[in-house]
């Protein structure tokens, strides 16, 4: 910014040099960023000595254009990892979804109701792929991320923040868009409004329930609602829980072993909400209590963090 | 016995050359096109580059292409100095080193007498 005769004039392209050096650093805004700025700049103040507006404007837009072009490509170059982490990560929450789609549609009967309708119960079943999927990606692309890179403040800050955002869409997600979801996938499957069953509750009418009922009994014929209860919950704090084992992994001088531990347990984790079944639980219910099952998966990662967090 | 043993030493022999070779600095045709300007001009701006290389040059991606030229040693940069009356950031002035121009007349040998049909 400049004044020139009493008016104050921003040059073109300040606040793009901004964002990006919150996004690189310095060799990259020296070697790549303000060259290319710099040009926008001095072509631009021509246009408009010459007196031509509309060519300033044009070359204000195309260098904006250019800043972007460069800025995704420095972006790939320099954080080489991160993009890697963002790729891996987005394709493993694509695959678990999926599975988590396909486990539940290939066990709903196929009604009259449900025909043609194939896009809209795949629509509401997302949520509940995402809330399996969402930690289960924040732990790969934080693993893959940082066990490449120098933990920095800007890293760490980064981290934290992906965290807290995860565990504020888990919240919302286990605790009131999948039991929307799984409410409108039911009617839509029986073809009218059905009483709504423990899935379908939000995790304050399910915790109203808790303490109003006897905790122990059975919903729906199957399992008692304390065991529902524990297993949103369980969820719910997946992401941090996850993201903490990630951060231990990443940090183990032993960097094969690490990320042997942390597949491992996502695996497990995944295929723990992936594969179980009602019956299944009512079997271990047996020799524990429900409350106890459902916290089951996130027990193994809490057991895989302190045993990677031993090793650091 | 003896001769496939014979015959895996010299394929890792040769693997081994192979990928010692692949340290040899490459001289993709964007690079070549900017070694030339420079070599012509002395002295640009990215985005003289691009003006003088008439379209086959793109200012998202000249810059990119200037920085890994610079790591790789072809060519040189300083910084103009910032002018006083306008503000605004001082401009990057590129330059072909020694070394580039070495490896742009490489570059031409080889495409006038390896590959004669590029030349015409």
């Given at each position: 910014m400049t004044c020139q005769g009493g008016m104050t004039v921003t040059h073109p392209g300040t606040r793009l040099r901004a964002i990006a050096a919150r996004l690189f650093d310095q060799p990259t805004i020296d070697r790549l960023i303000d060259p290319m700025i710099a040009d926008l700049q001095f072509e631009h103040a021509e246009a408009l000595r010459d007196g031509r507006l509309w060519r300033s404007r044009w070359i204000a837009v195309t260098g904006c254009i250019a800043f972007w072009k460069v800025a995704a490509h420095a972006w790939v170059v320099e954080q080489w990892h991160g993009t890697l982490a963002i790729a891996v990560a987005l394709s493993a929450a694509t695959v678990i979804t999926a599975l988590a789609i396909l486990v539940v549609l290939a066990n709903t009967p196929a009604t009259v109701g449900t025909q043609g309708k194939m896009a809209w119960l795949i629509l509401y079943l997302l949520p509940q792929g995402f809330a399996i999927s969402l930690p289960i990606c924040l732990a790969l692309g934080l693993f893959i991320w940082l066990r490449?890179?120098?933990?920095d403040a800007w890293r760490q800050r980064t981290a934290l923040w992906l965290m807290r955002l995860a565990l504020l869409l888990a919240i919302v997600n286990t605790g009131w868009i999948v039991p929307a979801g799984n409410n409108a996938f039911r009617n839509l499957v029986v073809g009218a409004a059905t009483p709504r069953g423990v899935n379908e509750l939000t995790v304050i009418e399910l915790g109203t329930r808790l303490y109003q009922g006897s905790p122990g009994a059975a919903v729906d014929g199957a399992l008692p609602t304390v065991f529902w209860i524990n297993a949103r919950l369980a969820l719910t704090i997946a992401p941090m829980l996850l993201a903490v084992l990630a951060l231990a992994g990443a940090r183990t001088p032993r960097r094969r072993s690490a990320a042997i531990v942390v597949l491992t347990t996502l695996t497990v984790f995944a295929a723990c909400y992936l594969l179980y079944s009602p019956d299944d639980v009512a079997v271990l219910m047996r020799w524990m209590p429900a409350a106890a099952i459902a916290w089951i998966p996130d027990a193994v990662a809490a057991l895989a963090t302190i045993s990677l967090a031993r090793q650091a | 016995m003896i001769s496939v043993l014979i015959d895996i030493s010299l394929t890792l022999c040769k693997i081994r050359l192979m990928s010692a070779q692949s340290s040899v600095p490459t001289l993709p045709p964007k690079q070549a096109l900017i070694l030339e300007l420079l070599v012509e001009e002395s002295e640009l701006y990215g985005l003289q580059l691009v003006e003088a290389s008439k379209g086959k040059l793109k200012r998202g991606t000249v810059y990119v292409t200037l920085g890994r030229m610079e790591e790789k040693g072809f060519i040189t940069s300083r910084l103009e100095k910032a002018p006083a009356d306008e503000g605004g950031l001082p401009r990057r002035l590129y330059k072909a080193s020694a070394y580039g121009r070495r490896a742009l007349d490489a570059y031409a040998h080889v495409v006038r007498h390896l590959t004669p049909r590029l030349a015409r």
């Open positions: 490449n890179e120098r933990a | -």
